[in-house]
């Protein structure tokens, strides 16, 4: 399991973040950032609506109304599952940066596979060398 100091950076393209986000102001540009970050470490790679004002340190209000009418077109909302009355909180996510987890993670996979396999090889040859009987001298022959 990753744990989050193996999610300490993602990577940001300054070029693509300015020509998608210049239409909006400067606080929207940070509540975006905010929350596009809270996504990426949430094990889920998503958000519950009812958090975004913790994220943010604000109070739902008309600052807050504005501020998420102008972010939302930029999020996505994840697929709910339906609970017992069907009503499910408002969860979202971000595509760029659920790709960037999902690489991620298998990458991080990958390195564990790689891992145990590693250290299974060393286990073998280890019982491999507890298993030989005989020490051999220099030439060979067996003491």
């Not at 250290?119 to 001298?137: D, L, P, V, W």
């Amino acid at each position: 399991m990753k744990s989050k100091t193996d999610l300490w950076y993602y990577p940001f393209y300054p070029k693509s973040w300015l020509a998608s986000t210049n239409v909006l102001d400067l606080e929207c540009k940070g509540a975006y950032f905010e929350i596009l970050n809270a996504i990426y470490l949430n094990d889920n790679v998503e958000i519950y609506e009812k958090h975004i004002p913790n994220i943010l340190s604000i109070n739902k209000g008309k600052r807050y109304n504005r501020i998420m009418k102008n972010i939302l077109p930029f999020l996505e909302v994840s697929s709910n599952t339906n609970n017992i009355n069907n009503i499910e909180p408002l969860k979202y996510t971000q595509s760029k940066i659920l790709k960037v987890r999902q690489a991620i993670d298998k990458s991080l996979e990958q390195k564990s596979l790689a891992g145990k396999q590693s250290a299974k090889i060393r286990a073998s040859n280890r019982a491999k060398q507890g298993q030989q009987t005989y020490q051999h001298n220099s030439n060979g022959n067996p003491t």
